[in-house]
């Protein structure tokens, strides 16, 4: 994972920086990107993710899989001594919907030592619903922040859900959003720099030595209480949004990018990278869920034909209402099933120059041939038994 979580490529020069496993030229996202590459290429089916700021969103949508940011306190990360106290959380990350709802049940079972896990109630005796509204929410001057080939893609997955799922889609507005983002990132990182003594600042990478400080040294007082004052409107306001629309799934791209490439010969590998325009970029959507402690769910919704890379779709909905975003995760499977094979390059265009409306069909494992990699762990038990039996 990325050192200490604080940021989201994943780059590690001290213990090595996993390539994305569908094109190794690009990161896998991060800060759990050591898990999203092991489940996207095939290594194990689940991995446990820590999300304060999309940290399982972002390298579930660069690898291809599936991650649930969880509501905030659901989860127990006990013995685990958390940085991110207000914003971070854990949550399962996965190669299929089926392994997210398995996982889940598991993760979130109560902790009766936790304050806030224990007050949910057990997954094991949670039932279906029968009925559940059918609505997405989608704020459209923020989804329209996406590069061309995410948003088109994303266009496409409203068309879908609308056409096929009968979903309603009505247009929603939230405010401050560019404030919220600074406000989310000044919280986190005075949350994490606050846990680090002086003594440790010293042992961190470059990036993170001024990070950490700016943290410790940069924020006053006042800068992290208007934060929080702006934290309450935006938590106030989505209360709102599902009080006037229950049961509705606000829906974005879960990043405005297809993908982050590493530097051209690999010199940010050995000595790190700090590029906070990219970083601030990749939070685009996906702090918002960290920010007001809601649960989101990062799907695969197509592929980037230039990049080779995945794409996902992120929908967040209320307070304690993860298992609607699993059955919303599910109605979407049909995007990647389409007739047509057609992926979209980053102007938003079909590989014959027309406005791409489809995508690949299925959902896609790594191209060992293109550079990227695949272990069939199944395989490879199914001849490790089978050697052992000869």
């Known amino acids: 994972m990325h050192e200490l979580g604080l940021d989201t490529s994943n780059n590690n020069p001290n213990f090595g920086t996993p390539r994305n496993p569908h094109n190794p030229n690009y990161y896998t996202g991060g800060s759990s990107g050591g898990s999203g590459y092991a489940v996207g290429a095939g290594i194990v089916p689940i991995a446990l993710g820590a999300d304060g700021g999309g940290s399982i969103r972002i390298p579930s949508s660069f690898c291809g899989i599936y991650g649930l940011k969880t509501t905030h306190g659901r989860v127990s990360g006990s013995p685990t001594r958390g940085l991110a106290t207000t914003t971070g959380v854990f949550g399962p990350m996965t190669s299929s919907l089926d392994d997210l709802d398995m996982s889940y049940r598991i993760m979130s079972s109560p902790d009766p030592d936790h304050v806030t896990s224990s007050s949910f109630p057990d997954p094991a005796s949670a039932t279906a619903a029968t009925a559940r509204p059918k609505i997405i929410g ?152 960290n920010f007001s402690g809601c649960p989101a769910i990062s799907c695969p919704m197509g592929y980037a034909e230039d990049t080779k890379l995945p794409v996902g779709i992120m929908g967040m909905s209320e307070w304690g209402s993860e298992w609607a975003l699993i059955e919303w995760g599910r109605d979407g499977e049909g995007l990647l099933d389409t007739d047509e094979d057609v992926s979209v390059d980053s102007n938003g265009t079909a590989n014959g120059g027309e406005a791409a409306v489809v995508v690949s069909k299925g959902l896609r494992t790594p191209s060992v041939q293109s550079g990227g990699k695949w272990v069939d762990a199944i395989g490879l038990a199914k001849n490790n038994n089978a050697g052992g039996n000869s």
């Open 138 to 289: 989608v704020y459209q001057e923020w989804v329209k922040r996406s590069d061309p080939a995410v948003l088109s893609l994303f266009n496409r997955a409203m068309d879908y859900y609308r056409t096929q799922q009968n979903y309603e889609i009505i247009d929603i507005t939230i405010p401050y959003i560019p404030q919220g983002q600074k406000a989310h990132a000044l919280t986190i990182l005075s949350e994490i720099a606050s846990g680090i003594s002086k003594e440790d600042i010293s042992q961190l990478s470059a990036p993170n030595r001024v990070l950490v400080s700016s943290g410790n040294s940069q924020v006053s007082a006042r800068d992290f209480f208007a934060a929080q004052k702006l934290r309450s409107l935006l938590m106030s306001h989505l209360a709102f949004l599902f009080k006037k629309y229950p049961g509705m799934v606000i829906a974005t791209p879960t990043l405005p990018i297809a993908g982050w490439q590493i530097s051209p010969g690999g010199a940010d590998l050995t000595h790190g990278v700090s590029d906070v325009n990219t970083s601030l970029r990749t939070m685009e959507y996906v702090y918002l869920a």
